[in-house]
């Protein structure tokens, strides 16, 4: 499974990027479908994920401020990130679970200055 995700950025705070990410096959073929983060010297953590239902969660860091969707015709899932803060400033990786089964993209740079 490929899980290309676009390029990150970097911004100002209080600024916006939206990032995608294209999964090789259908996104129905996955329980659920979300992103992750690790900051530098930080564990990795979970951002956002959308099941295969539609259902939504976002974490409390980012709740408000981070919306996750998706286009079922593309495969694709996005984040919009807005307003980002540089606590903001991470890692992405695009994931994708099926069962017990985890996929990874191969993470896009965040960085967000004051």
């Known amino acids: 499974v490929q899980l290309p995700a676009s390029r990150g950025g970097s911004v100002q705070a209080g600024g916006s990027l939206r990032l995608s990410c294209a999964a090789s096959?259908?996104?129905?073929?996955?329980?659920?479908m979300g992103w992750y983060r690790q900051a530098p010297g930080k564990q990795r953590e979970l951002v956002a994920f959308?099941?295969?239902?539609?259902?939504?969660n976002v974490a409390d860091p980012v709740k408000g401020r981070f919306t996750i969707s998706r286009d079922d015709a593309k495969n694709a899932v996005f984040l919009q990130m807005n307003p980002l803060n540089p606590e903001d400033t991470a890692v992405y990786y695009c994931?994708?679970?099926?069962?017990?089964?985890?996929?990874w993209g191969q993470g896009t740079q965040v960085t967000v200055s004051s």
């Open positions: 994931n994708a679970k099926n069962g017990m089964l985890y996929y």
């Open positions: 959308i099941t295969d239902g539609g259902s939504t």
């Open positions: 096959r259908s996104i129905f073929s996955f329980n659920a």
